[in-house]
């Protein structure tokens, strides 16, 4: 069964310095990985996707994360934080041939002036 | 841009009534989904459809039953509503990847309907 745990349920940093979101999935085959984002008071939308192409994957709004397989990881990162990044993160995980989405608990992000 | 909609943003209901949460998807898509978010355990999946009249039980479906007449639109039933079921419930759909079994398009989910149960 596929699982995915969110290291930090709520993670706060400065404006201007490094987003650093953690993500650890387990999978028996190789998986389908996702990062979504929730704006307060909206639904989710997609950040970015990994699929078995390149490790290195790139998304909206600055954000990227890097599949490393040995160490069962999708950490997502921004290397300036901006106030509208404020705002709750969900890493997520499927495999090949599977319709169900399996999520993270969350991880709210808060962005200080 | 696809637009899923979910028909109430607030729903205040009491213990015991039949409730019905709905969700409009206007891109065609054949797969539709239900979720629940609750602070702390992130999104649970309660069903799924992938065609109409086709449902199929997610992870938490106790409690729940789900109708798809048309395909643009899914339903989520509390048969008879509890106080466990207060909660912020999100609708998604998804195109099929055709010609595949892959399964990675994206989710596009509604703004979430928020319930009450008093």
């Known amino acids: 069964a596929q699982s995915v745990t969110q290291l930090g349920s709520h993670v706060s940093v400065s404006e201007g310095a490094l987003v650093l979101l953690r993500c650890n999935y387990s999978s028996s085959v190789p998986p389908y990985l996702f990062w979504y984002v929730q704006y307060p008071n909206q639904g989710l939308q997609l950040l970015l996707k990994y699929t078995s192409a390149a490790t290195l994957v790139k998304g909206i709004n600055g954000f990227e994360a890097e599949f490393k397989k040995s160490e069962t990881s999708f950490h997502l990162t921004k290397p300036s934080a901006h106030m509208s990044d404020a705002a709750e993160y969900f890493c997520a995980v499927s495999k090949w041939g599977a319709q169900k989405l399996v999520f993270g608990q969350g991880t709210r992000l808060t962005i200080n002036p | 841009d696809v637009k899923v909609t979910q028909s109430s943003r607030y729903l205040v209901k009491r213990t015991g009534e039949k409730v019905f949460l709905e969700c409009v998807q206007d891109?065609?898509?054949?797969?539709m989904f239900w979720y629940r978010q609750d602070p702390g355990l992130g999104l649970r999946l309660i069903y799924f459809s992938y065609d109409v009249k086709m449902k199929e039980k997610g992870d938490i479906p106790e409690g729940y039953s789900v109708s798809r007449e048309k395909k643009e639109r899914f339903s989520l039933i509390l048969e008879s509503a509890s106080t466990n079921q207060t909660s912020m419930y999100l609708c998604?759909?998804?195109?099929?990847?055709?010609?595949?079994?892959?399964?990675?398009?994206?989710?596009?989910f509604g703004n979430g309907t928020r319930l009450t149960v008093t």
């Open positions: 891109m065609d898509h054949e797969n």
């Open positions: 998604a759909s998804r195109q099929s990847d055709r010609g595949s079994s892959s399964y990675n398009s994206p989710l596009h």
